[in-house]
């Protein structure tokens, strides 16, 4: 009898976190890898945010809390969901975990019984399929390419709904495709659940604050009134706040669901950290300049790395319209040959290329659902962005 659980197979290790740690090996072991897979951002988090931590542990905020969030960390989410996005939640309504990603992994175990589908757009974020099929449910995959914005169609979600949908998933802005919903567009996408009262909408908006060019950002609940029963609402304060340490996410959630997530997390990990969450409160109701300077910190290196990447020979990128991820197309090197004569076949190969000959760590498109792409992180400074462009640029070159 095996020690481990059959379901464990229905599921891979994250494949952004396996480039990251495949770096840190490859630093230990002494070669100057740029590491340009890591999925957080490089700036520090906020010293008022940091203080009130500190403030929280000296006044003994040190002990359990309830489940999910304390009523001050509620109060501050309500109010950010308000103030931000024109929504109405009552603190009975907002759940907080341990990271967003917590919040995701908690709605679909509370909510997927076996054989259940979750629609999930491609390019994706990881995790949602992973989870679905954790929840045995049944991840249906549509692909968004590139000439339609890699976004969502309207004809497209209609086609894959069944009487078995429980779930469309969106991630706007996007990880990997940095995809960002005009209202039109996203108004566009939820009519169609509209006309399917059994779907519900769970809405991945922790990239929110990343949005370039003066866009603006619209979740669904805001953009259609009449889908806020049937809204999850995610967001968190790892990217807006530089606190992916810190773990904390959190989301306005429908009525039918709050209390059976408030359950499941009641039984595994409880509350998530109180000292986090003193700093969350303090990240949403303080001062907010800091985050548009930083989208814009986000925005001057992506004009600067989309032209790097456009001057190498095999790669087309586009303009990411928001987080603080590139996601070039790598299809014209695909069937090249390496200076060894072995053959690329796939965008995992040429990331494996590119970490063993260029030392420049990436993640493979088909680890988001979408080849032949392959994702860089921004998250790092404009010099090991430029660095790590040339080291690309040299390792293409090298290719026949
Ligand atoms: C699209 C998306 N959702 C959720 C998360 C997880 O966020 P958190 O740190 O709040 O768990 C990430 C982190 O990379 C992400 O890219």
Known sequence: MSLIAPRMDRIKPSPSSAASQRARELRAAGRKIVGLSSGEPDFDTPSHICEAAVEAMKRGQTRYTTPD?????????AGKFKRENGLDYTLDQISVATGAKQVIYNALMASLAAGDEVIVPAPHWVSYTDMTLLAEGVPVVVPCPEDRGFKLQPEDLEAVITPRTKWLILNNPCNPSGAVYTCQEMKAVIDVLLRHPHVYVLTDDIYEHILFD???FFTPAQVEPAIYDRTLTVNGVSK?????????GYAGVPRALIKTMAKLQGQSTNNPCSISQAAATAA??????????????????????????????GLRCHK????FYMFPNCGALIGRKRPNGARIENDNDLTLYLLEA????????AAYGMSP??????????????????RIKRACEQLT
Request: charged residues 20%; aromatic residues 8%.
């Open 69 to 77: 969030g304390t009523p001050e960390l509620k109060q501050a989410i």
């Open 214 to 216: 003066g866009r603006q």
């Open 240 to 248: 807006a706040y530089a606190m992916t340490g810190w773990r904390i």
């Open 284 to 313: 949403l109701n303080g001062p907010q300049g800091f985050v548009p300077q930083r989208s814009l910190a986000f925005q001057q290196r992506r004009d600067r790395v989309v032209e790097l990447l456009n001057q190498i020979q």
């Open 320 to 323: 990411p319209e928001g987080a």
């Open 358 to 365: 260029a030392e420049v760590a990436v993640v493979q498109g």
């Open 373 to 390: 792409y392959f994702r860089i992180s921004i998250a790092t400074s404009t010099e090991m962005l430029e660095e790590g462009c040339s």
